[in-house]
């Protein structure tokens, strides 16, 4: 089964916006086993929009449009599909009310054109929405006698997703060929994507009725499995099969095996060994505790740290001795040591982690280039530090050097 | 005149990847004059692509390929447009070489699949591609008696994007009807949108040769200016001429005139006044630190700080009175200012900043509710504070803390 999407608004044809919720609408028409053949983007004109529909209706089954049923001049897609459908608006008295009625609540003036928003295509069944004014409608019409579903949904995301998933995504179900669908998506750090290919392909290449994905960003792996069948068991059953051998394969680099970030995954590490972690960071400047507490609930296991630009500070907040910077430099393994221990042994914390490189673009030198990072990371029984040499603009050299970091103190704790 | 861009491969149908590209593309076709009507994404079908191909050739002047120009199998754009034009491909000696060069150089084998690369329509002039293997490809047609721009560009942003720069802009220009563009993007920090709109929309609504676009996120509001006219000293004059009046009505909301980051206008004014910064960060957790580190040179004026997540941090490393927390709580104006003033102290910075909050989803309380924040800034002359009550989930409290953090401490320079 086929399908196109839609996205209606003038704004996404400028530099400054861009539609994101067709990843979401994707992603839950895919589970329905439903593929998305074409994806496109149309301003606020009627007569684009009608021919945009007009072509869509012609090589898809299933359409979906999102955005333009606000109450501006400029919401057209009700106007454009009735046109193309060659149907009649008619204006829904229980939408009316209901619209005067939220407005009354919001203590908000009701200009005649909101009313607009109770335009319903004729035939058409309206999909609630909970979270803004502006309804959805279903459609399931034969047009130049071929059966086709076609959808209206909102433009905002806080609208439209809860929409989709509340009004429309049963009545696919209910709709189409029953099909079951099973998922997992197994992450690993710091392993070469080219490497991941390499080691898995062979493996996951034979499982042609498992759908694999692998997504790779600054040091972080991700498959997706996805099967489709008549049979949820079935179904899950290769999913599961085929996620064992990966999982296998991947040894070590594997740290979740259902879709948990790594951040995540050494907080749940840390609450099972009852340990805690403190951080001095330098190259990397507050993104690993940024990282760490952007999951809810960090606060039991993360202390905190210390950002440490300058050396006067790396003295100061993980009392490494001034004459081992003036020896070493900065950027050196015994000072990334230091920090580990020192930042450990200031706050009393099971395992201190330290991070110190040149993030670029500028400070490199002949024998430390940019992308030269080096990584402690300290418990009671020892310290281990790394090297590493990574490549490309600040912004990816710190993303690697976080990523890295939060990998070593997953590693001390396995 | 018209534009489409289509995007072209089976990956940006799937809710894993999205195209970006064309955000940067319509930036610069704008920046000529050139508006786009339609984006189209389309799978590496050749059959899809041929008819999405088709429609575009339909209905606009200029339609932008991008991507399906590699080696394999999938890569069929150039014998989609070929075939639609009815041309023939023939294989270019030049493009061959090259390829057969670049393959002994990186030392990679070159099966015979990819000299499909070297394969250029007819009548086509070759965009040399300087960070890849696939050229662009630039025809200049007649297409049932109207006149077509088609480009040819490849996917990967690290080739799309300098090819279309170097290669496409300088003839487009060439061909285009000649115009000037001047541009202005002013900034402005913590002022609600709405509020923004309602300031500013009754002066730039009457400036009808400047296209105005407002852009907001979590405090941060973007105001983009574009005017395009035939003669260049016209058009910057029309914009300067409405950027000066939406500052002044900004006032002190505004932080740019240029569209630098706050945490850059942060930097400028700390090494204007040779300044220091050093901050301690709870709720935030590194965000603050993370955001000022990005930039390139920030520890020039950045000291560094402490992520005081747990209250033993706060008195560790910033001399918090534990009986300050006790009496008065860890998410309070008192702990605030000590945060502040004691970091200041602590690290001999010019300039404190303290940041503790409560970032949710738990953690609050009747009468400290998620989403509650206080902030407080420090120097030698006094400490300020500010209570903020952000509404949301736990990274937009998070995000709007550190944005008003960074505002403050403007605020506190300028």
Same sequence: chains 1, 2.
Avoid at 206 to 217: F, G, N, P, Q, W
Avoid at 231 to 238: I, N, P
Avoid at 245 to 264: C, R, V
Wanted: aromatic share 4%; glycine share 8%; proline share 5%.
């Amino acid at each position: 089964m086929k399908s196109e999407i839609i996205a209606v608004g003038s704004e996404m044809l400028t530099p400054h916006r861009q539609d994101t919720n067709s990843l979401f609408l994707t992603e839950k028409l895919n589970e329905l086993g439903v593929t998305v053949a074409f994806k496109t983007i149309v301003g606020d004109k009627r007569k684009d929009l009608a021919s945009v529909f007009r072509t869509a209706l012609g090589r898809v089954d299933i359409v979906i449009l999102m955005g333009g049923l606000g109450p501006t001049e400029d919401d057209l897609t009700r106007e454009a599909v009735a046109e193309t459908l060659d149907r009649k608006l008619r204006r829904d008295g229980p939408l009316v009310a209901a619209l005067h009625i939220r407005a009354t609540n919001w203590r908000i003036p009701m200009p005649e054109n909101n009313l607009k928003q109770a335009d319903v295509i004729e035939g058409a069944t309206i999909l609630p929405n909970d979270n803004g004014s502006a309804s959805g409608q279903w459609l399931d019409v034969i047009f130049e006698s071929y059966r086709k579903l076609i959808v209206l949904v909102p433009g905002p995301p806080s609208e439209c997703k809860p929409l989709f998933e509340t009004e429309v995504m049963p009545r696919l179900r209910e709709t189409l060929p029953k099909r079951a669908i099973a998922k997992r998506s197994l992450k690993a750090a710091m392993i070469p994507e080219s490497q991941a290919d390499k080691l898995l392909a062979p493996v996951y290449t034979t499982y042609t009725d498992v759908e694999t994905t692998i997504l790779a960003h600054n040091g972080d792996i991700q498959l997706v499995l996805q099967c489709v069948k008549k049979d949820q068991v079935q179904a899950q059953k290769r999913v599961n099969e085929l996620a064992s051998k990966l999982e296998e394969l991947l040894d070590d680099w594997l740290y979740s095996s259902d879709g948990e970030s790594l951040e995540q995954i050494v907080l749940y590490y840390l609450g099972l060994r009852q340990a805690t972690l403190a951080v001095a960071e330098s190259c990397t400047g507050g993104l690993v505790a940024q990282r760490i507490t952007s999951v809810p609930g960090s606060s039991r296991s993360f202390l905190g740290g210390a950002v440490v630009y300058s050396n006067a500070l790396k003295t100061q907040f993980a009392d490494v001795p001034a004459e081992l910077i003036e020896q070493h430099g900065a950027v050196s393994e015994e000072v990334a040591r230091a920090l580990a221990e020192g930042i450990r042994r200031r706050t009393g914390a099971t395992i201190g982690l330290g991070i110190t490189g040149i993030a670029g673009p500028g400070g490199g030198t002949e024998t430390k280039p940019v992308g030269l990072v080096y990584i402690a990371v300290s418990d009671a029984n020892k310290t281990e530090a790394l090297e590493r040499n990574f490549r490309g603009p600040r912004a990816r050299v710190r993303d690697w050097a976080a990523q890295q970091a939060l990998d070593l103190v997953r590693r001390r704790l396995m």
